[in-house]
């Protein structure tokens, strides 16, 4: 039986997705809606894990591996074997906490830089929408940014309400896939 499974599990696609941006944003708060549809309301900015996750995708079943870090060591050797590791990237801020959003785009350069590509599989993504009365990035600024300067999608989401979170992690998926046809063809 377990050899069965294991044998089916190396027969699948794996997705390799890491999740970075500034600590307290909800990186882990994310990965676990996605992975475990749970709402973490404690907070431990030190911890970073590695999930496994089975769903299906377009008909096929997949492997999904999130890498959720931990901090901002930004240029550290640690911070570049994610980087190296990684087949995309959700970079998350908060849109209560300007600062997280100026966060972003070192680590699109840093992406781009170590990928050595003006083009790879990256979102980024506003979570904590349902703070709205704390706002203080602005909607429509944040989606001009990224789309129109980082040449990224950009998307809302609250994993305390369960809001965009799968339909995210789903799309990034499907950016990998399409990142892959692009360079196979
Ligand atoms: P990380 O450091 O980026 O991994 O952040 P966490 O996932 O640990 O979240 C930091 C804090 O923000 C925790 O107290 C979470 O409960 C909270 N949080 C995470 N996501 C959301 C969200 O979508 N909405 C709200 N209101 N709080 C959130
Ligand atoms: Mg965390």
Redesign the pocket.
């Known amino acids: 039986m377990i050899i069965t499974s294991l044998a089916q599990d190396e027969l699948m696609k794996e997705y390799k997705v890491v999740v970075l ?10 990965t676990l809606r996605y992975v475990q549809g749970l ?7 030190t911890v970073e894990d590695f999930y496994r996750h089975h769903t299906r995708l377009d008909e096929e079943e997949v492997t999904v591996e999130i890498l ?1 870090t ?1 901090g901002t060591e930004q240029y550290s050797s640690m911070h570049q074997l994610y980087i190296d590791h990684g087949q995309a990237f959700v970079l ?1 801020y908060a849109i209560d906490n300007k600062q997280s959003f100026r966060d972003v785009e070192p680590l699109l350069n840093q992406i781009l830089d170590m990928k050595k590509t003006r083009n790879y599989p990256i979102i980024v993504v506003g ?5 709205e009365d704390l706002r203080e990035v602005d909607r429509e600024q944040a989606e001009r940014t990224t789309k129109d300067l980082w040449l990224v999608p950009h998307i809302q ?5 369960d809001y965009n979170v799968t339909e995210m992690f789903r799309r990034v998926l499907r950016m990998i896939n399409s990142y892959q046809n692009k360079q196979q063809a």
């Open positions: 941006g500034s600590g307290g944003v909800g990186k882990s708060a994310l709402f973490l309301t404690r907070y431990n900015p959720d931990a998350v979570n904590k929408s349902d703070l989401t609250s994993a305390k309400e």
